[in-house]
């Protein structure tokens, strides 16, 4: 089973800022099968970036995911206030499809 | 505009049995996976297992074979999560999602509201 580790856990910053998340993987991820999702409080998670780099339909330009093999990024251009939420990355390459433990985007 | 609308909030008793349900409607039910991820009080999410409603292929996570069915009524374009026989440690909120196939198999693109699952004596 591949394990899905982000970094970092929380990430305090303030809206403009450029955010940077991290997506490790404890095997190689097969054809950048990884996807991101955000989950805000009391919703569902949403679909935001698939094959490592591809954006799902309606997610702003802002959202970009980069990264092969093991380590993956999500970025986040300049921050909107609607953006800070929980971000989890998951893998699809290999069953079972496992999810990372999500990191926190709080306002600074 | 697709949807999945899933079945309401439930409070069982240890022991008890369980089946909740999601709802498709716009697109072909037959022709995506339908999966179901848990999320536990505070914590992050934790794939299941999913199923193709168009031949009732299912396919389970390790962590979750044997403790719950994954099933599909593809004449009323509904899944369902069951469980023969709930504990405490099943209390979590319960999504299911549209699964792509393909090269995506596993990209879950939509995602129904949850149902929470109380189990408590």
């Known amino acids: 089973e591949i394990v899905l580790t982000q970094s970092p856990g929380t990430l305090s910053l303030s809206p403009g800022e450029r955010a940077t998340l991290s997506c490790r993987a404890s095997q190689s991820v097969s054809s950048g099968y990884l996807a991101w999702y955000q989950q805000k409080p009391g919703q569902a998670p949403r679909l935001l970036i698939y094959g490592a780099s591809s954006r799902a339909t309606g997610i702003p330009d802002r959202f970009s995911g980069s990264g092969s093999g093991t380590d993956f990024t999500l970025t986040i251009s300049r921050l909107e206030p609607e953006d800070f939420a929980v971000y989890y990355c998951q893998q699809y390459g290999s069953s079972p499809y496992s999810f990372g433990q999500g990191t926190k985007l709080e306002i600074k | 505009e697709v949807q999945l609308v899933q079945s309401g909030a439930e409070v069982k008793k240890p022991g008890e049995s369980l089946k909740i349900s999601c709802k498709a409607s716009?697109?072909?039910?037959?022709?995506?996976?339908i999966g179901w991820v848990r999320q536990m009080p505070g914590k992050g999410l934790e794939w299941m297992g999913f199923?193709?409603?168009?031949?009732?292929?299912?396919r389970y996570s390790p962590s979750f074979q044997g403790q719950v069915t994954i099933s599909a009524d593809k004449s009323i374009s509904t899944g369902y999560l069951q469980w023969t026989s709930l504990k405490a440690s099943d209390t979590a909120i319960y999504y299911c999602?549209?699964?792509?196939?393909?090269?995506?198999?596993?990209?879950?693109?939509?995602w129904g509201q949850g149902t929470l699952v109380t189990v408590s004596s």
């Open positions: 199923i193709y409603p168009g031949d009732s292929d299912t």
């Open positions: 716009g697109y072909s039910f037959t022709t995506k996976w």
């Open positions: 999602a549209r699964v792509l196939g393909g090269d995506l198999r596993g990209v879950h693109d939509y």
